[in-house]
């Protein structure tokens, strides 16, 4: 019996990663992000009655997948870009959190029979966690800028967290009847914080110490597999986030990987951790699509019509909420980083707030929080409205990740967004300064080598000129340099300069002139240079 059931185990996660490649592939083919796609295509899978149904086990996302998703997302998350707009990062993790949990408690209070503002402070916390995956792959597509899909980036990483902590209040308040008093929820608040950000130093802070001394590729990636899940634990020991500890240390070690890495875990890493994230970010959400049959076959007390538009009804209220905010937060985070930090940022327009505001898409944490919901009280009634409310979290996966999510294209061009042009700028520059910096260095060298060294350099300068020249011009991207035959010297040399070129742009990036993507993109490239020359 248990080798049968480890078989049909087996046989269904292999249907679900086919049909992950085979929907995203499909999704590639028409130009949209592929989580649309995997989600619609998991609701219309669960239509068919005679399939398998797959529940969604909370535990496993949020110990199995959410841990290597946020650190990940920190690990490339830029330091200069997310410290640059914490501000307005804050006002979404934590400011619109609490608007939402008000607004939606108000709200449903109001529109929804049955729901007083307790229910609606819990369903308020299950869906102000935003998902900024589609969001995010779509602005950059269409070239959105650059600081927009920064702050949106940073929200969906810390507003885990606050959300979470909010659904932890409002379920106590439901499940015992109490609520906690404000200087006791403020120290849990610091405690949850404090907490969490310690650790996830802490955690950064040992795993960079031990990388340090571990040059063996798979090793090294290895323990950045295992990193999320060590930070993940230590702080939920302590009864600390979780969440806000991998998140800042994937920030740290993202900031440090410079240092730690090795050529090959670099190379190899960037390989194993994308397809990683693709694979986890796939099959949840196929499998958020497939829960709605379970869903529905929880609610007997609704008929369809009412549950359509009361589910309408709610999905319009949580947008609503989302871009009554966006506009006076805005305003605030403006105040503060001019007036209070003085940071001199421009003013941002009407237009991009807007895109804020229609960019707050929900996913698998939402849906995971909904069903992770007890079931009983503690006076052992059953948890009320606990299928509606799972109903209610789905219908708003669905208005915010496939309505909106297929609009906002057509929404940024309407306003006209769909520009770039300050980071390839912001590229050129850099780039332009570490070859200069490196011609330069030849320039000197020339002057005082041999006579039969001469031609190296000569050969050497021309090249790096070359690339100068194509990078001023703004032609296409660098890509890694042709395998050409040198002698011992030459290609000593040519380590030397590589090494050159890495520390000056990790100089620009310690000195805020680049940011920590562009970094590893230069490093990527260097990498691969390197790789190519390396004995085999």
């Given at each position: ?64 997948v ?34 939402t ?35 995010t ?47 006791l ?29 571990i ?42 990987s ?43 007390d ?55 505001g ?26 009320p ?31 006209g967004?769909?520009v ?41 300068i ?11 011009g ?25 090494a ?37």
């Open positions: 019996m248990q080798a049968a059931g480890i078989h049909h185990l087996e046989l269904t996660l292999l249907f679900l990663v086919l049909l992950v490649a085979g929907l995203t592939t499909l999704a590639q083919r028409f130009k949209i992000p592929y989580p649309i796609v995997l989600f619609m295509g998991g609701v219309v899978l669960s239509l068919f009655r005679h399939l398998p149904q797959i529940a969604l086990n909370p535990d496993v996302v949020f110990l199995v959410l841990p290597p998703l946020l650190f990940i997302g920190g690990f490339n998350t830029s330091w200069r870009d997310f410290h640059k707009n914490i501000v307005s990062i804050l006002m979404l993790a934590f400011g619109l959190v609490g608007f949990v008000l607004g939606v408690a108000v709200g449903t209070a109001w529109l929804i029979p049955g729901f007083d503002y307790r229910l609606g402070a819990v369903l308020g916390a299950v869906v102000s966690t935003t998902d900024a995956i589609a969001a792959a779509i602005a950059k597509r269409l070239g959105l800028p650059r600081r927009i899909v920064d702050v949106l980036e940073g929200e969906s990483l810390v507003n885990d967290a606050s959300g979470l902590l909010a659904l932890q209040f409002s379920v106590a308040l439901v499940v015992a009847g109490t609520r906690p008093g404000p200087g929820a403020m120290l849990e608040l610091l405690w949850l914080v404090a907490g969490g950000i310690a650790i996830g130093l802490f955690a950064g802070l040992v795993i960079h110490k031990v990388s340090l001394d040059t063996d590729s798979p090793v090294e990636i290895t323990l950045s597999l295992a990193t999320p899940y060590m930070a993940y634990l230590a702080a939920e020991g302590i009864h600390a986030s979780g969440v806000l500890a991998t998140v800042v240390c994937g920030l740290y070690l993202g900031r440090k410079s240092e730690t890495l090795s050529i090959n875990a670099r190379i190899d890493g960037t390989a194993v951790w994308k397809t990683l994230e693709f694979g986890l970010n796939g099959l949840v959400f196929i499998l958020m699509g497939l829960q709605l049959r379970l869903i529905l076959s929880g609610i007997h609704r008929s369809v019509s009412q549950l359509i538009r009361y589910g309408i009804t709610f999905a319009i209220l949580v947008v609503a909420l989302r871009i009554i905010w966006v506009y006076p937060g805005a305003a605030i985070a403006y105040w503060i980083r001019n007036d209070v930090l003085h940071q001199g940022q421009p003013r941002p327009t009407g237009k991009q707030i807007f895109i804020v229609w960019t707050g898409m929900r996913g698998v944490l939402a849906l995971a929080a909904a069903i992770s919901l007890p079931t009983v009280l503690e006076n052992g009634a059953p948890f409205q606990r299928n509606f409310i799972i109903f209610l979290t789905f219908c708003v996966i669905f208005g915010t990740l496939v309505l909106q999510g297929l609009t906002l294209p057509a929404v940024i061009r309407k306003l967004l769909a770039g042009g300050e980071q390839n700028m912001e590229e050129q520059q850099a780039r332009l300064l570490i070859l200069n910096t490196v011609l330069d260095y030849l320039r000197d060298l020339s002057r005082q080598a041999k006579t039969d060294h001469k031609e190296i350099y000569e050969d050497m021309r090249h790096y000129q070359a690339r100068a020249t194509l990078v001023e703004g032609g296409e991207e660098m890509k890694p340099e042709r395998e050409i035959a040198l002698a011992r010297y030459e290609r000593n040399l040519s380590q030397e300069l590589r050159l070129e890495r520390s000056t742009a990790v100089m620009l990036r310690n000195e805020d002139k680049i940011n920590d993507e562009m970094l590893r993109t230069i490093e990527r490239e260097l990498d691969l240079s390197e790789a190519r020359f390396q004995d085999t």
